[in-house]
């Protein structure tokens, strides 16, 4: 089944390419990328600063946004009001986007200290398709930039952390529509083989360099970028939720065209006890 969210409609998609070897990079016409394979784990204690930090401002942060919605809700909606309501959507789109880094902050202190806790269960992931492409509606609709949801039919069962596979793309949804063209066109789609689940989200914008595929995942190294090319922080946060689950990211990209699929085993992550002898 195939929907479409044009700047008129509204619904969601994803694609695949072949698994790359890991850390390696090729010209960018055929394919690269580095894999989402994890290291082993190092014991790590959880950093109880970064942790408190991100628990305290949770509650400020809502309630600046309860009192600016409140406060929204209740001016009228003139001419002289105006102004008034537009720093009230302002404050609004700020409070959004601050809680967001602490959510991302909390999650990237978990996955660096090996603390993540997944809650597994066993969801339809069409309907994931389809959440994931509701969470960049607004965005994507804002730039005429359509999002084109492609289900498989029936849609595969995948036992994983639901909250985290969505986040994970969120964050690449949200760069494919930061990077591709005005009036172009985000894919989101997905596709079972091998006993795996593949999500893939392919954008039309510049496409990634050597140099930005070798440190794809490096937050140090975007943050020293004059011009960025991604969210480093969120590009580790989905590597995190995908090596948490067993799963891996590939890449492919060239000018035009790049296309990210995280891949997930259908069956949810292998006990450590259950683990295949390496």
Same mark, same amino acid.
């Given at each position: 089944?195939?929907? !479409?969210?044009?700047?008129?409609? @509204?619904?969601? @998609?994803?694609?695949?390419?072949?698994?790359p070897?890991?850390?390696?990079?090729?010209?960018?016409a =055929?394919?690269?990328? &580095?894999?989402? =394979?994890?290291?082993?784990?190092?014991?790590?204690?959880?950093?109880?600063?970064?942790?408190?930090?991100?628990?305290?401002?949770?509650?400020?942060?809502? @309630?600046?946004?309860? #009192?600016?919605?409140?406060? *929204?809700?209740?001016?009228?909606?003139? =001419?002289?009001?105006?102004? !008034?309501?537009?720093?009230? /959507?302002?404050?609004? +789109?700020?409070?959004? /986007?601050?809680?967001? *880094?602490?959510?991302?902050?909390?999650?990237?202190?978990?996955?660096?200290?090996?603390?993540?806790?997944?809650?597994?269960?066993?969801?339809?992931?069409?309907?994931?398709?389809?959440?994931?492409?509701?969470?960049? +509606? /607004?965005?994507?609709l804002?730039?005429?930039i359509?999002?084109?949801?492609?289900?498989?039919? $029936?849609?595969?069962?995948l036992?994983?952390?639901?909250?985290?596979?969505?986040?994970?793309?969120?964050?690449?949804l949200?760069?494919?529509?930061?990077?591709? &063209?005005?009036?172009?066109?985000?894919?989101?789609?997905?596709?079972?083989?091998?006993?795996?689940?593949?999500?893939?989200?392919?954008? /039309?914008? $510049? #496409?990634?360099?050597?140099?930005t595929?070798?440190?794809?995942?490096?937050?140090?190294?975007?943050?020293?970028r004059?011009?960025?090319?991604?969210?480093?922080?969120?590009?580790?946060?989905?590597?995190?939720?995908?090596?948490?689950?067993?799963?891996?990211? =590939?890449?492919?990209?060239? $000018?035009? @065209?790049?296309?990210?699929?995280?891949?997930?085993?259908?069956? #949810?992550?292998?006990? &450590? #006890?259950d683990?295949?002898?390496?």
């Amino acid at each position: 089944m195939r929907t !479409s969210v044009s700047a008129q409609t @509204a619904e969601e @998609a994803q694609s695949k390419p072949a698994a790359p070897r890991r850390d390696a990079v090729r010209p960018p016409a =055929e394919v690269a990328a &580095p894999t989402a =394979e994890a290291p082993p784990k190092k014991a790590r204690a959880k950093d109880p600063l970064l942790a408190a930090i991100c628990h305290d401002l949770r509650a400020p942060l809502a @309630a600046v946004t309860m #009192g600016a919605n409140f406060v *929204l809700q209740t001016t009228p909606e003139d =001419e002289a009001s105006g102004r !008034s309501r537009r720093v009230l /959507q302002a404050i609004l +789109r700020s409070c959004k /986007q601050m809680e967001r *880094l602490v959510r991302d902050f909390g999650d990237l202190s978990e996955i660096e200290s090996d603390a993540l806790e997944l809650r597994l269960g066993v969801h339809d992931s069409g309907q994931m398709l389809e959440m994931a492409a509701e969470g960049v +509606r /607004q965005s994507a609709l804002a730039r005429n930039i359509a999002i084109d949801v492609h289900r498989a039919e $029936p849609p595969p069962l995948l036992r994983c952390d639901r909250d985290r596979v969505l986040r994970a793309l969120g964050h690449i949804l949200d760069n494919a529509v930061r990077f591709s &063209p005005d009036g172009g066109a985000v894919a989101l789609s997905e596709e079972e083989r091998d006993g795996d689940i593949r999500f893939s989200v392919s954008d /039309q914008g $510049p #496409g990634l360099s050597e140099e930005t595929l070798q440190n794809l995942y490096d937050r140090t190294w975007h943050a020293k970028r004059a011009a960025r090319v991604g969210a480093g922080l969120g590009l580790a946060i989905v590597k995190g939720f995908l090596q948490a689950h067993g799963g891996r990211i =590939e890449i492919a990209t060239a $000018p035009g @065209a790049t296309t990210f699929t995280l891949v997930l085993p259908k069956d #949810g992550p292998t006990p &450590p #006890g259950d683990a295949p002898p390496t």
